[in-house]
């Protein structure tokens, strides 16, 4: 690694050795929200990146994979890498048909550029909103990537804070292809699953049955910490209301947590909390993943 491309001071690493999960995950379960960070020495952090995480390459991911029990990856773009694919790329050719990928790209990619992503596994694009993660990118840029991906069948993952809902709101009514949530749109939990805010959320879902969401990332969105329980109800709420659009991933190698860095064996333990019975499950971590991303 270059001087360059330092790891920030204060980044967390990911667990050294996650405990094997008490939850027996479904057979063909997928983690459908995780990324790959380098190894820079191959594929370096992009110029513009907002931090510098550790080295967390696919080695690693797939060795996590069979340790917690899981058959199948999505691989969610991470901002360290801009626009640059190569590595989420990468990592999807070396899993075959086990993996998927999401990307972010340019607004005036091509066609062609298109074809390869697919070819390689990726079935979306990411447009993040996230203000401490990306510089902000104009809407008809993300208008327009959407009009060209929409062809290939692609979807489109959207991160995003639960102040900010309002106002992009009217631009996630215009998205023509389904459209994933990131992380439940990141509710403040102490205020509430009654909140306004959060049943503005809810109310979009119910509204437009294109919108999915992501019932992910308790560590980042808990006060408490593990087991995270103050996160149980708004992931539960989600996943009864709507159980065959919710997808469930370990965001591992979690970037940017700065209170502790969770055991991945454990939030998989999560699991049965947030989709009690057997069907949800399935629903959860098989049928609904397997319809948007292997069908
Ligand atoms: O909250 C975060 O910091 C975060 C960052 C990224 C990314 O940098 O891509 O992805 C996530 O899913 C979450």
Known sequence: MTEL??????????????????????KGAVDAHCHV????????????????????GKVELYALRDHLGFTRNVIVQATCHGNDNRAMMDACRSGGDLARGIASVRGDITEAEIREMHAAGVRGVRFNFVKRLVDDTPKEVFLAIANKIKHFGWHIVVYFEAQDLEEIEPFLKQLPTTVVVDHMGRPDVSKGVDHPDFQRFIQLMEDNTNIWSKVTCPERLSKQGPPYDDVVAYCAEIVARFPDRVLWGTDWPHPNMKSHMPDDGALVDFIPKIAPSKALQQQLLVDNPMRLYWA
């Open 37 to 56: 960070f380098g190894p820079a020495a191959e594929f370096p952090f992009a110029p513009e990146r907002k931090y510098t995480p550790c080295d967390a």
């Open 5 to 26: 491309q330092k790891m920030d001071p204060d980044w967390l690493v990911f667990h050294p050795a996650p405990k094997l999960p008490d939850f027996q995950l479904p």
